[in-house]
């Protein structure tokens, strides 16, 4: 057997392996609320090859007309591993308006579930619907608080075929920040009886100051395919240019309320939640242990840029070691969904019950138009005590009884005597000529300096943690007090342990750490890293 028939022996053994192991059929729509009228996209998808027949589709005709059904076969390669999928495209059009079901379908032995769609009630006399193209602008209030959203809509009705050449003039408001959400969406819509192409698109709109904001009138220009005169061969004739403009539409704008608080971002939404989530969960753990809280804002009605930080929770005995927000928006059938997503490493550094506060937000319902408050409940962290970090510490001294009275008479005795002994010999110190310090075993400070050198300019945070823990063992006073005394390098080390306790230390620079060492009053080290000399001064200066 050849190799070439090998290999798509065995591409098509993996193609049915992955097949009968993700054996579902999905169903999913362009969108679940609609007018009456208006088609619908249903989309079927397996990715089980072992599928070869066609949805069955009876189940939806109660319900709907089935106007078209297309299917698309793909192959997909990731990371390596090939994937094949088949999709149905199904065209339908409601019976019915208010809330229709479509049912579950069968293929093989696969079964999809059932999708739920809000069939809308609309007035079938649309203005100039008795032109072949006309344009549609609607919004969803005709009221509106300030920074608060408004969802433009945006259809362009045609009963004629258009060629691809079609544009719209952009939606420019100086006076409001503008989403669109998503883009065009197309179907159809049958209006008194003759079918019309839809493309819809929607905006949202957020006015920055109060008063009248006038929605200015668009303009959509396409070129229309026509029909091929008799006798012509069916050939379609030159098109023409034609040109519609939508109308302009006032809305309101209020300023905030009164009752809102002064001192309080406002945030003018039709839904909020505030979630936060752990790990590892529960948040229990050792002193030095590394704990990692996500809070998560999210905000029906409002961009993610809108959404303000989260109120500080900073707690004596835990240190914060917080990482960049995350942003992210999500259209939705009622606008934008804004979400922010805060992470920070939270390091204990004593044992106990550390309590975190309450974290609140304060926000205005628009949809029940009222102040409202949502908030996270106050945590009580259970810390143990770290084994490895603790100091063992002498217990007290027990009471001594007249017995045991001279063995500490005898210490004193012999301290007094050494004690004696060191000043003479310093005393006779004094008159000797100055010796130099014997050399010291192991790394001189100057090999440790380099090496904290070569690691800052690497930004290697783990390295330079150890070649900086090295060096600082060979200086007179402790890293905690030489970073008392000077604040470049308190900061420098403060960027230091941020990013060997979060996921930016790939991001972490070590210039300032260098620079800060390197400027370290001459008092509060024993080698600067711009010191040139080869040795120490004179132990006994005269």
Not at 155 to 184: C, F, K
Not at 230 to 249: C, E, F, H, Y
Not at 314 to 320: I, K
Not at 353 to 362: A, Q, S, W
């Amino acid at each position: 057997m050849s190799r070439l028939s090998v290999f798509f022996i065995s591409l098509a053994m993996s193609v049915l392996v992955q097949g009968v192991q993700a054996a579902t059929l999905v169903a999913s729509v362009d969108r679940a609320r609609l007018n009456s009228g208006e088609t619908v996209e249903l989309t079927l998808e397996t990715t089980d090859v072992t599928q070869f027949g066609k949805p069955e589709l009876a189940p939806l005709e109660a319900a709907f007309e089935v106007r078209d059904t297309r299917q698309v076969n793909r192959l997909t390669t990731l990371d390596g591993d090939r994937q094949a999928a088949t999709r149905w495209i199904i065209t339908l059009l409601p019976r019915q308006t208010g809330s229709v079901v479509i049912p579950a379908l069968q293929l093989g032995e696969l079964h999809s579930q059932s999708i739920t769609l809000q069939v809308l009630h609309s007035d079938q006399t649309l203005n100039n619907n008795m032109a072949p193209v006309f344009i549609d602008a609607s919004l969803d209030a005709d009221s509106v608080y300030v920074q608060a959203q408004v969802v433009l809509t945006l259809r362009i009705y045609h009963s004629v075929p258009l060629y691809d050449d079609s544009s719209l003039t952009p939606l420019q408001l100086p006076e409001a920040h503008i989403e669109q959400l998503g883009e065009s969406r197309t179907f159809e819509k049958i209006i008194n009886g003759v079918r019309h192409g839809v493309i819809e698109m929607r905006y949202a709109i957020y006015p920055q100051r109060s008063g009248t904001l006038t929605i200015p009138a668009l303009v959509f220009s396409a070129t229309t395919v026509e029909p091929a005169a008799p006798g012509d061969n069916n050939t379609p004739r030159p098109g023409k240019l034609t040109r519609v403009t939508s109308a302009q539409i006032p809305l309101n704008v209020r300023a905030m309320p009164t009752a809102y608080p002064a001192d309080t971002p406002w945030l003018p939404a039709r839904s909020l939640s505030l979630s936060e989530s752990w790990n590892p969960d529960p948040p229990n753990g050792q002193v030095g242990d590394s704990l990692t809280r996500t809070l998560t804002l999210k905000a029906e009605g409002l961009s993610s840029a809108q959404l303000p930080p989260l109120p500080d929770t900073t707690v004596e005995g835990l240190r914060r070691y917080p990482d960049q927000p995350q942003l992210n928006n999500q259209n939705s059938e009622r606008g934008l969904i804004g979400s922010r997503e805060e992470r920070e490493a939270l390091v204990p550094a004593q044992g106990g019950n550390l309590e975190l506060p309450t974290v609140e937000v304060v926000w205005w319902n628009t949809h029940e138009d009222h102040l409202e408050r949502t908030s996270l409940p106050a945590r009580t962290l259970q810390v143990a005590e770290n084994p490895g970090l603790v100091v063992d510490t002498p217990a007290g001294t027990p009471d001594s009884g007249p017995g045991l009275l001279w063995p500490w008479k005898l210490a004193c005795m012999i301290l007094l005597c050494t004690t004696l002994l060191g000043f003479g010999l310093w005393w006779r110190a004094r008159s000797q000529p100055a010796v130099l310090r014997a050399a010291q075993t192991g790394p001189s400070p100057r090999t440790l300096l380099d090496d904290l050198k070569r690691a800052c300019q690497a930004n290697d945070t783990q390295a330079t943690r150890q070649a900086l823990d090295a060096w600082a063992r060979q200086q007179p006073e402790t890293l905690a007090d030489m970073a008392a005394r000077f604040v470049p390098l308190s900061d420098a080390l403060d960027g230091l342990n941020g990013a060997l306790y979060s996921e930016t230390g790939q991001y972490w620079q070590g210039e300032d750490l260098w620079r800060a060492i390197g400027t370290i009053p001459a008092t509060d080290r024993v080698l600067a890293p711009t010191a040139e000399n080869g040795g120490l001064p004179p132990l006994y200066p005269k």
